[in-house]
């Protein structure tokens, strides 16, 4: 189990770009896959991106592909989620998640580990 913390929400305006970071705890980050969900109110928690342990792989929900990337970094710990050309349906709650199994992370099952999330708000 990792302890993940998230930071790096706010405010912008459309068109305009975020970067999210996770950082985790624990000695044995690198033997984790990393994602990121969000969730807009009313809303279910929807799969946004994942990176294997290495880094070597990553995917993306079409809603974000080409927008979006994710990268990590083992030696700190932290992934990192840089979001470009936001649009306003990119608001919501933004969480991190982490598994020994990238699988599960791209289908949001299993026992996942959790930040407590961050808000990400774009205006139009």
């Known amino acids: 189990q990792v302890q993940l913390v998230e930071s790096g929400g706010g405010l912008v305006q459309a068109g305009g770009s975020l970067r999210l970071s996770c950082a985790a705890s624990?000695?044995?980050?690198?033997?984790?896959?990393m994602g990121w969900f969000r969730q807009a109110p009313g809303k279910e928690r929807d799969f946004v991106a994942a990176?294997?342990?290495?880094?070597?792989?990553?995917y993306y929900a079409d809603s974000v592909k080409g927008r979006f990337t994710l990268s990590r970094d083992n030696a700190k710990n932290t992934i990192r989620l840089q979001m470009d050309s936001l649009k306003s349906e990119d608001t919501a709650v933004y969480y991190c998640?982490?598994?020994?199994?990238?699988?599960?992370?791209?289908?949001?099952?299993?026992?996942?580990?959790w930040g407590q999330g961050t808000q990400v708000t774009v205006s139009s």
């Open positions: 990176i294997n342990w290495s880094g070597s792989v990553t």
């Open positions: 624990g000695r044995t980050f690198s033997r984790y896959a």
């Open positions: 998640a982490a598994s020994t199994k990238m699988p599960d992370i791209v289908a949001g099952r299993g026992g996942l580990d």
